[in-house]
Structure formats: structure tokens, C-alpha cells
């Protein structure tokens, strides 16, 4: 019985801290949407439960009593933390019913973020929740439904779908190429390569289709983001490879070129979906899977438009 004193109810706490707040009972009331008397009651009822008066009255102004004020400080408190649990709760229902895509950065920003938009016009119930994964795949797909990565379509354990290929290009920045041309393959060579951190298709297979030796060139700085080396790039620390439909903004705007080089062999990026077996009949994920391959689709039948910008002189 002591402890059931000790625990009063939820309206008498609300209309507490309501009113400690507004230092008013009429206030809390509009807030609460409740009469004022049942404020004032739900007040009475607390104080005589708790043997102390928490509120000093003055006509319509009441303030609190250094008693009241103390216990204000400690509901505030507990009251918040029991807002936040209760989210917390709402939020984890939430989310179990929506999809969670890890992707590959770069690509998630620059070609599947644009698009996202209208896979949510469509389907506006569904809710797809997306994450940035870079390195292992099996790493990347820990607590992930599906996942978008670039490789070669081998991967024994998982389902995998082909979305597209992107040709990669070498970028540069004009000031760069003004200095010292790329006009052949064996001109790589005299630049720093810069590189993407990870076991993707990167310099090394592009310098052997050349006919080039790995061992010969300057392999300059690793990043982790895509766009970061992008951004190094413009910065003139080297040359990049990427794949071309994620430096379109800066060869429209001339912050990076593609150099004509004779006779290159470029590489080719391959995208997939990817998820484990048991997730495959998860209706996010089906409803997902083919709104995407159809985007993926209408991208390849549109391909992006490549023309270097030419350099000034």
C-alpha cells in the first residue's frame, strides 16, 4: 500500500508537470485538454497523496514550493525518458516494416537517391530505410535486407541480380592535363593514381588491360568515399577512375575532363542487388526489387551523355 502512494497516477503527473511549467492551471489545462478544475483536482489529489504542498496559491498564479520544485525537477526527468522509451517502441514497429538497403555510397547519392522519389510515388506505404556500407560484402549486408555493390555477379551465398554496368573514365582536372597531357596509355604513368579503398575493380586491372605494368606507375592516395577521390581529383592530387555516370555535375560545370587517350581500354564497374535467401520473399523487398530493376533499365536504354569538355588554352 505504501508503495502504490508513492506511485501516483499518470494524469496527476501530467498535470503536475504541466502546470509547474506554465505556472498556471488554466494553462495546463489547454495544454492537457482538460477543464481547470480537473488540473486543480488531479493536483489535490498528488499533494495529498505525497503529504506536501507543491504549489503556493495566489489568485489565478500559483508557483511552485521548493518541495514542488525539486519534485518538478525529478518528473521532468522521468516523464521524458518514458516519452523517449515509448518512441522508442513506436519507432522499432516501425522500422520492422520497412526495408533496410545498405548501399555503396557514391552510388547511393548520385544515381539511386535522385530516383527514390519515384519509387515512393508509386509505392508510398513502403518504407525504405538506407544505409552507406563500403568494404565486404558479408560485413555490409550484417542486419541489412538487401544490398547494392559493385563486383562481378559471383557470389555463391546470396541472390543476385544484375542492375547495370558503368564504363569507368579517367578524370582529371584541366589545370592538371594543361601541365602534363594524358594523350596515350603509357602517359598514366607520369601522373599520381589515386584509389578507392576496398576490393573493387580499380587501377590495377585497368593498367594490365593496357598493356601497362602495375609496378611502374605512382599509386598516390587512398580514400574511402568515392566521393572524396572526386573531390581530390578537382583538386589536382592526380587521377581518378570511376564510373562515369557519378562525375557528370563536374564535367558539365568543367571542374574535371576526361582526357582523350589513344587506344585506352576503360574498365567496367558492375552494379547488383543483393540479399540473403531468406529474405527473398519479403514483400518490401519484392516490391523494391522490381521497381528497381525497371529504373535500372530505363538507365542503361538512356545512356549518359560522355563528351569530355574540351580544354582551354
Known amino acids: 500500500m505504501f508503495l502504490r502512494k508513492l506511485t501516483p497516477s499518470m494524469p496527476q503527473l501530467l498535470a503536475f508537470e504541466a502546470a509547474a511549467r506554465h505556472g498556471n492551471f488554466t494553462a495546463a489545462a489547454r495544454e492537457l485538454h482538460l477543464t481547470q478544475s480537473a488540473v486543480s483536482r488531479h493536483i489535490q489529489e498528488l499533494e495529498s ?36 522509451a515509448s518512441m522508442e517502441v513506436y519507432e522499432a514497429r516501425a522500422r520492422a516494416g520497412a526495408l533496410q538497403l545498405a548501399v555503396v555510397p557514391i552510388f547511393g547519392s548520385k544515381w539511386l537517391m535522385p530516383r527514390l522519389g519515384a519509387f515512393h510515388a508509386r509505392h508510398p506505404d513502403v518504407l525504405v530505410n538506407v544505409h552507406s556500407r563500403i568494404g ?12 547494392i555493390a559493385i563486383g562481378d555477379g559471383h557470389w555463391p ?22 601541365r602534363l597531357p594524358v594523350e596515350k596509355p603509357a602517359d598514366l604513368i607520369r601522373h599520381p593514381l589515386l584509389q578507392i579503398t576496398g576490393h573493387v575493380p580499380g587501377w ?11 609496378r611502374q606507375v605512382t599509386m598516390g592516395s587512398r580514400f574511402e568515399y568515392t ?8 583538386g589536382g ?12 555535375e563536374e564535367l ?10 589513344a587506344g585506352f581500354t576503360p574498365p567496367v564497374k558492375r552494379y547488383y542487388l543483393l540479399y ?3 529474405r527473398a520473399e519479403l514483400p518490401t523487398l519484392q516490391t523494391f526489387k522490381t521497381w528497381l530493376l525497371e529504373a535500372a533499365a530505363d538507365a542503361s536504354i538512356r545512356p549518359l551523355d560522355l563528351q569530355a569538355p574540351k580544354l582551354r588554352t
Not at 521548493?66 to 525529478?74: D, H, T, V, W
Not at 565486404?136 to 544490398?147: H, K, Q, R, T
Not at 590495377?204 to 602495375?214: F, H, S, T
Not at 592530387?237 to 557528370?248: E, I, P
Open 49 to 84: 497523496s505525497l503529504q506536501a504542498d507543491l504549489f503556493e496559491r495566489a489568485g489565478r498564479r500559483v508557483t511552485l514550493t521548493p518541495e514542488g520544485l525539486r519534485y518538478a525537477r525529478e518528473i521532468a526527468g522521468a516523464l521524458a525518458r518514458i516519452r523517449s
Open 136 to 147: 565486404e560484402i558479408d560485413a555490409a549486408l550484417s542486419g541489412m535486407d538487401a544490398y
Open 157 to 178: 551465398q546470396w541472390v543476385s541480380h544484375h542492375l547495370l554496368d558503368a564504363p569507368a573514365v579517367v578524370i582529371a582536372s584541366p589545370a592538371l592535363l594543361r
Open 204 to 214: 590495377r586491372e585497368c593498367l594490365l588491360a593496357n598493356g601497362l605494368d602495375p
Open 227 to 234: 566521393a572524396h577521390l572526386i573531390q581530390a581529383v578537382v
Open 237 to 248: 592530387m592526380g587521377l581518378g577512375l570511376v564510373a562515369n555516370m557519378f562525375v557528370q
Open 252 to 261: 558539365r560545370a568543367g571542374s574535371l575532363v576526361i582526357p582523350g587517350i
Open 276 to 278: 540473403p535467401p531468406d
